[in-house]
């Protein structure tokens, strides 16, 4: 969380959590566990979303792009 306060829902084999996040609060939600926000209050919040992969991508580029000649080493 960057800005304000969201309410962060987590449920998994049928059990539900609740925690409230704050400003630099972080959680970590593995694969396969429903996960869904909430805002509670009449502020407007801000917050970073990272996805992850099994096997991290390359980035990749148009032809005309700077970085689509970079070196990978």
Known sequence: M?????????????????????PRDLIWVPAGVYRGIRND????????????AGRPQLPTYPPDHPLATARRD
């Open 41 to 52: 209050t009449d502020k407007e919040c801000a917050m970073v979303v990272v996805l992850g």
């Open 2 to 22: 960057l800005e304000g306060e969201m309410t962060c829902i987590l449920e998994r084999d049928g059990e539900q959590i609740e925690r409230v996040l704050g």
